[in-house]
């Protein structure tokens, strides 16, 4: 789990930081919040505090529950 955060956590800085508006991110926590994997506050897929994840531009959902609107470069 720590790995997969690092992972994100790189490729976040690599791209400049950037995250997503706020109605995105909004959709992103109630999809979380409604989510069987979801232990506490942490993806119980990836290990990631989804508060933080769900805020970088960056990132996917691991179950693919998130819209894809980012485009890596």
């Known amino acids: 789990m ?3 955060f690092k992972d994100e ?3 976040y ?6 995250n997503v508006d706020p ?7 109630l999809k979380c ?3 069987e994997h979801l232990e506490s506050y942490r ?7 989804v508060e933080q ?3 970088w531009a960056t990132t996917d959902c691991p179950d693919n529950r ?3 609107k980012w485009k890596k470069k």
């Open 2 to 4: 720590l790995s997969n």
């Open 9 to 11: 956590l790189v490729e």
């Open 13 to 18: 800085a690599k791209q400049g930081a950037p």
């Open 23 to 29: 109605k995105t991110y909004k959709q992103r926590l």
């Open 33 to 35: 919040n409604s989510c």
């Open 43 to 49: 993806c119980g897929l990836c290990g990631c505090i």
């Open 53 to 55: 994840k769900a805020k």
């Open 66 to 68: 998130w819209d894809k």
